[in-house]
């Protein structure tokens, strides 16, 4: 069956390609098992592109939008389309195409359509909010003026880049212009009954952080409404979503006021986290929610001040424990958590002494996480990478002494020696080998 209405012959009656047809018969080569064939139809579709490449988007964006094109064929379309929308291949387009993919890319995140086709157009909606909102670039004047006041200020690299992105987010076109039926579409799914559907609702919004953080940014109450909703959720995959689009968005957030008002969802963060621990077996899902919180310790440190003990000891719990009970990826991300926090905010983290001596702690039972072989089995193996400081398995103790030294340098000695000093005590006198060498290498840290 023709993904294209009247697309039959590859060539029209004047003689020129027929790309609707053309597409139409390389569309299931493109999927096809067999290597050489999708091969041909890969080079196919390339030299289509190249000769054609505003036709090629059309009638992609037809397919997406006909009513009896094959789930696989959908699947298959929004992906070549997501490649088809960067800056430069959308410029080439006119506007009553661009309209057309909007339209077909709404239908999509329809509740009707399938999770797998949601998902990928997802990525597609990234690619084109990111073009039809690209900022007007600075002009020589505004240039000079941004110069002038960095170098009047004595900023740094860091903060003459942030006046820049800022000034820069100033001139991007807003999306409820560009398309004002985006945001209402992403509320919708976001509320909607099906968890599939609010799923998609979440992870959109963590693309658009991407894409249109300007925009978003004029809607600071409404989306703090939908994350609390997403963060209580009882749909466990709907929860975690929740948690790196919020996340994410407060990572954008500048104002005083609303970085306060985000504030509130940081007990829903820590639950959410908690629940995916206990409750999920995919230690992936886990180590992404713990990332999305690493970028706020790293970028926004002191929103995690009014709840640091919380935070903290949460994350503490993660690390040097077992790894047949927390996956060892888990805790190494908790532990670049906390090191992020005392790293971009030293001086708030060392006013609290029994949160530092609770680290070293952990921190010194990651280092006596080892594996345990026989002594004639190491000596005897040729292989570095086997048995020795290159060991993959102890991957989580390597991790656990390299923490211990940038703990130390963010934080300073004076403030962790006393409190990792009694600590490197009791592992020295421990009858365990494995304690005695992590009190050792800590010494010699």
Not at 194 to 213: K, M, N
Not at 368 to 377: H, K, S, T, V
Request: aromatic share 6%; net charge negative.
């Amino acid at each position: 069956m023709s993904a294209f209405p009247g697309a039959n012959s590859p060539t029209s009656p004047n003689g020129n390609v027929n790309v609707g047809a053309l597409l139409n018969q390389l569309f299931p080569l493109l999927i096809s098992p067999d290597n050489a064939q999708r091969k041909q139809a890969e080079a196919s579709f390339e030299e289509l592109k190249e000769k054609n490449p505003v036709g090629v988007v059309q009638e992609i964006t037809r397919a997406l939008l006909a009513e009896n094109t094959q789930p696989q064929i959908l699947d298959l379309a929004a992906v070549l389309l997501r490649r088809q929308l960067g800056f430069s291949a959308l410029a080439k387009v006119p506007e009553n195409v661009k309209e057309e993919i909007k339209k077909a890319l709404i239908m999509c995140l329809n509740p009707k359509r399938s999770a797998s086709l949601r998902k990928k157009v997802c990525a597609c909606i990234t690619n084109f909010t990111a073009s039809i909102t690209a900022p007007v670039p600075l002009t020589a004047e505004e240039e000079e003026y941004l110069s002038a006041e960095a170098e009047k200020n004595g900023m740094d690299e860091e903060q003459i880049m942030e006046m820049l992105i800022s000034a820069q987010r100033q001139k991007e076109q807003k999306i409820n212009a560009a398309w004002p039926e985006l945001l209402p579409t992403l509320a919708g799914l976001a509320g909607h009954q099906d968890p599939e559907c609010r799923y998609t609702g979440h992870e959109l919004f963590l693309h658009l952080t991407d894409s249109i953080s300007g925009s978003l940014l004029d809607h600071a109450q409404s989306f703090f409404n939908m994350c609390q909703a997403g963060l209580n959720d009882q749909e466990l995959k709907v929860k975690e979503a929740a948690l790196r689009g919020t996340c994410a968005y407060i990572v954008l957030l500048t104002k005083p006021e609303e970085l306060k008002m985000f504030e509130q969802l940081i007990p829903g963060l820590m639950s959410t986290l908690s629940i995916v621990l206990s409750s999920s077996d995919d230690p992936d899902l886990a180590v992404a929610s713990i990332e999305s919180m690493v970028i706020i310790a790293e970028s926004k440190p002191t929103f995690w001040r009014g709840n640091l003990e919380s935070v903290w000891k949460a994350m503490v719990s993660l690390v040097g424990k077992d790894v047949e009970i927390i996956n060892e990826d888990v805790q190494m991300m908790a532990m670049e958590f906390i090191l992020g926090l005392a790293e971009q905010a030293g001086g708030m983290v060392r006013k609290r002494k029994d949160l530092i001596g609770e680290f070293a702690t952990a921190l010194l039972q990651a280092c006596a996480i080892l594996n345990d072989e026989e002594y004639d089995a190491w000596a005897e193996s040729p292989l570095e990478s086997q048995f020795g400081d290159s060991c993959d398995d102890d991957e989580l103790a390597i991790c656990g002494e390299q923490s211990l030294d940038r703990f130390a340098n963010s934080i300073g000695g004076n403030a962790l020696f006393p409190q990792i000093m009694p600590k490197i005590e009791l592992a020295l006198s421990s009858p365990d080998w494995k304690l005695r060498r992590a009190g050792l290498t800590a010494l010699a840290l």
